[in-house]
């Protein structure tokens, strides 16, 4: 399920951090929180687990003007619009996250990103599209693989090409497939493939890996990288509507691996 908050301000313009996931995903939380602290806690601190991982099953789009108009990057490491209207969408299989969701704005309508204060005007629930096993599209935020090699202190990112990606996108669908269904996915996922979209990377120029700063400025903070580029998926549709759901590859709950349907 997918569900839009329109939010709106009072001030000339809005400046925002431009590594600001880390912000609307304790935005989330902060909303959840409303509803239900116990369910904001665990969903923070334990998630859905399966073995020795945790699944938060959600993911979130970043954060738009409104009538498409753009950001403006600055150089010191903000960007800022002048639109009075901004929107994002929050994703989720889990009904009992939408509904915190929903109830916690009902409390409390008025948020914060960062320093900006935002009125949240409406909350829009998004139609699902028709899922089938081949599908395209379009990244709404960066898709992050990694494998974390033995002796190794930080992981080796993986991009579409790598010999490994396939099978750790692959793995990671269907361990969200079981926290989320309890059970281990039985279908035949054999012809799995995830093809880029050669024509844009190269209107791109080959630019299109994605360096993101979480947690900015702490002594906690840590560079992801990941890829943003359209694609084209072949693989069971169940495991699509996961991927649409909640998110492709990690870290969807920091807002990376969002996509929307491409209906070119």
């Known amino acids: 399920m997918r569900i839009t908050l329109e939010l709106s301000h009072r001030n000339h313009s809005v400046t925002l951090p431009i590594n600001n996931s880390y912000l609307l995903s304790s935005l989330i939380y902060n909303i959840v929180d409303r509803s239900?602290?116990?369910?904001?806690?665990?969903?923070?601190?334990?998630?859905?687990?399966?073995?020795?991982?945790?699944?938060?099953?959600?993911?979130?789009?970043?954060?738009?003007?409104?009538?498409?108009?753009?950001?403006?990057m600055?150089?010191?490491?903000?960007?800022?619009?002048?639109?009075?209207?901004?929107?994002?969408?929050?994703?989720?299989?889990?009904?009992?996250?939408?509904?915190?969701?929903?109830?916690?704005?009902?409390?409390?309508?008025?948020?914060s990103v960062g320093k900006e204060r935002f009125r949240v005007e409406t909350v829009r629930k998004l139609d699902p599209p028709e899922f089938s096993g081949d599908m395209r599209f379009i990244m709404l935020s960066p898709l992050v693989c990694s494998i974390k090699p033995d002796h190794e202190k930080n992981p080796q990112?993986?991009?579409?090409?790598?010999?490994?990606?396939?099978?750790?996108?692959?793995?990671?669908?269907?361990?969200?497939?079981?926290?989320?269904?309890?059970?281990?996915?039985?279908?035949?996922?054999?012809?799995?493939a995830f093809t880029i979209d050669q024509l844009y990377v190269a209107k791109m120029?080959?630019?299109?890996?994605?360096?993101?700063?979480?947690?900015?400025?702490?002594?906690?903070?840590i560079k992801v990288r990941g890829t943003l580029a359209p694609f084209r998926l072949?693989?069971?549709?169940?495991?699509?509507?996961?991927?649409?759901?909640?998110?492709?590859?990690e870290k969807n709950s920091q807002g990376f691996g969002m996509v929307k349907v491409d209906m070119h």
């Open 74 to 111: 600055h150089d010191n490491g903000t960007m800022s619009t002048g639109s009075r209207q901004l929107h994002f969408t929050i994703s989720s299989p889990k009904e009992e996250f939408i509904e915190h969701l929903v109830v916690g704005l009902l409390h409390e309508p008025l948020v």
């Open 157 to 192: 990112y993986l991009y579409p090409g790598d010999q490994e990606f396939e099978r750790v996108l692959l793995e990671n669908l269907c361990r969200k497939y079981h926290a989320l269904h309890g059970r281990e996915y039985a279908g035949d996922p054999s012809g799995f």
């Open 205 to 221: 120029g080959g630019r299109v890996q994605k360096l993101i700063t979480l947690k900015e400025g702490r002594s906690d903070e």
């Open 234 to 249: 072949e693989a069971p549709k169940e495991l699509t509507e996961i991927g649409y759901e909640c998110g492709f590859g």
């Open 36 to 72: 239900s602290s116990e369910y904001a806690a665990r969903l923070h601190e334990q998630g859905y687990p399966l073995q020795n991982r945790a699944f938060k099953l959600f993911t979130f789009s970043p954060l738009y003007p409104s009538n498409h108009r753009k950001w403006v």
